[in-house]
């Protein structure tokens, strides 16, 4: 199959059938030339703003157990954060500060709870220059965690503040180099899960995308266990949106914007990223890749 049937597959899949896999949270992550938030959280027609109170393709509707952004900025090779565990739409600062701040590497989530709801617990996670933020689930994390949290380097697990199985996710991923090794840190953090469910008997599956950033480029993944995993899609090329015209199509032509659910109707604007595979961005330019899971089958 073509490049071009390939991609139009991946957008007639995703996009005429909404996914019935389970999601429990929402979120957004955009690499680009310098960009005021709200164009994104806010301002299109399915905003991240409007995914809190109307998701589509997620288990709940309704996202209302907090949120987050993080941002970089030129002047700091350290992202800024902002988090709250009142529903997005009942924040007034997110809107005042969406309109305010400008980046050209950005992050939001809503989150749907599985665990407590506090500031500590609402992504994006942010650790030296990294951020991490997750939708999905470890099936069995109760019966998991302490095997998986003995695994994180020490000195990484004394800056872990919450209790969800994201910062679990994270806190391996930082210990299995994702400074060196950003791709490879992922999948070897899904095999080190996998391992455990194994080893635990555990059935219920382990559903995630996941977006990581350290300021410079952007990486996104889905996975799922026993399944596709939940969804998520990337803004399409600007070969693919020539003639389109529109203020999202513009946007999208000069940046790499990926979603958990597209923020409009427009089909062409978006692709969906397959499942176990790991995508790679720097501004427009991205880069698809299996996921290589150690002692697995990709």
Request: net charge negative.
């Amino acid at each position: 199959m073509g490049e071009e049937a390939s991609r139009e597959g991946r957008r007639r899949t995703s996009l005429d059938s909404r996914s019935t896999l389970p999601a429990m949270c929402r979120w957004i992550a955009y690499t680009g030339p310098g960009l005021r938030l709200d164009e994104l959280l806010i301002k299109p027609e399915r905003s991240l703003l409007f995914q809190s109170r109307h998701a589509m393709e997620s288990t709940f509707a309704i996202n209302a157990d907090g949120f987050g952004v993080g941002w970089y900025t030129d002047a700091s090779g350290t992202p800024g954060t902002y988090h709250e565990t009142r529903p997005a739409w009942n924040d007034e600062n997110l809107a005042s500060i969406a309109a305010h701040l400008v980046s050209p590497m950005f992050m939001a989530h809503i989150r749907a709870a599985t665990s407590a709801v506090s500031r500590m617990n609402c992504h994006p996670f942010r650790a030296g220059r990294w951020l991490f933020q997750h939708n999905g689930a470890i099936g069995g994390f109760d019966r998991l965690r302490h095997d998986l949290d003995a695994s994180i380097d020490p000195a990484v697990y004394a800056t872990m503040k919450g209790c969800t199985d994201s910062e679990t996710m994270f806190g391996i991923c930082q210990s299995e180099g994702l400074d060196e090794d950003p791709p490879g840190a992922i999948a070897r953090m899904i095999s080190r899960v996998e391992a455990a469910r194994a080893e635990h008997h555990v059935t219920e599956p382990f559903n995630m995308t996941v977006a990581v950033s350290d300021g410079h480029t952007l990486y996104a993944a889905r996975y799922g266990s026993n399944g596709d995993g939940p969804s998520l899609y990337h803004s399409a090329s600007s070969s693919e949106l020539a003639g389109l015209g529109g203020r999202l199509a513009d946007l999208e032509s000069a940046a790499t914007i990926i979603v958990s659910e597209p923020l409009d109707d427009v089909q062409q604007e978006w692709l969906a990223i397959p499942p176990r595979t790991i995508l790679t961005a720097r501004g427009p330019h991205t880069q698809t890749a299996p996921l290589a899971l150690p002692g697995m089958m990709a």
